[in-house]
């Protein structure tokens, strides 16, 4: 099985300020078609976990533009340009290359 | 509205039965792949299953295979988790996931974008 290290495992920002969650796979990621099967959610307290990001760097629909993904192959980061109240929760990437599909231990981030 | 609605958790002892149904509305169903995800009690995410929407191979879990069976209903757009021989260590909430869109002309993957409101399973004497 893959298996998907997140670190950060607990973030606490400021409100404004940046944050960012990496992520790393024990095997490449990269398809042959081009992308990257990797995805980012977020559960906010209380919620359903919800998308955010597919393919490494698409956000999905509704998604605000302070959220970016980046990286290739086995490494990928999660950043928040600026930090909102709405923005805490528990933060979750997943590959969805190989099933068993496998998600990371999950990142906290609080605001101070 | 788009939306996945899952039903049918509960208590129920080690060694027993249920079955869970999640019910798709505001999309194509028949098109989509359906994904079951758990959440343990203070923990993080699991995938459990996953149920194409054409393709009739069936995929779970090392921790269920064997005991959980998967299946999908079109003509009711449900797909539906049968445990059996649960164990203390399944009690968690049961959500069910849209996953990949299949179609006459291809295929595409736009990650899981609609989760249910999960229903809680507890396994306990």
């Known amino acids: 099985d893959i298996v998907m290290t997140q670190s950060p495992l607990s973030l606490s920002v400021t409100p404004g300020e940046p944050a960012s969650i990496s992520c790393r796979s024990s095997q490449n990621l990269l398809h042959s078609n081009g992308n990257n099967y990797l995805d980012w959610y977020l559960q906010k307290p209380g919620q359903s976990p919800q998308l955010l990001i597919y393919?490494?760097?698409i956000r999905t629909s509704g998604v605000p533009a302070r959220f970016s993904g980046s990286g290739s192959g086995t490494d990928f980061t999660l950043k928040i340009s600026r930090v909102e109240a709405e923005d805490v929760g528990v933060y979750y990437c997943m590959q969805a290359l190989r099933t068993p599909r496998t998600f990371g231990q999950g990142t906290k981030v609080e605001i101070k | 509205e788009v939306q996945l609605v899952e039903s049918g958790g509960g208590l129920v002892q080690p060694g027993g039965s249920l079955t869970l149904s999640c019910v798709a509305s505001?999309?194509?169903?028949?098109?989509?792949?359906i994904n079951w995800v758990r959440q343990a009690p203070g923990k993080g995410l699991e995938w459990i299953s996953y149920?194409?929407?054409?393709?009739?191979?069936?995929y779970y879990a090392d921790s269920v295979r064997g005991r959980f069976i998967i299946s999908r209903d079109n003509a009711k757009n449900s797909v539906y988790l049968q445990m059996n021989s649960l164990r203390a260590e399944d009690t968690a909430v049961y959500y069910c996931?849209?996953?990949?869109?299949?179609?006459?002309?291809?295929?595409?993957?736009?990650?899981?974008?609609?989760w249910g409101q999960g229903t809680t399973v507890t396994v306990s004497s």
């Open positions: 996931t849209r996953g990949r869109l299949v179609t006459m002309t291809g295929s595409s993957y736009k990650g899981m974008g609609v």
């Open positions: 505001g999309f194509s169903f028949n098109d989509y792949g």
């Open positions: 149920i194409p929407s054409i393709d009739p191979t069936l």
């Open positions: 393919m490494g760097s």
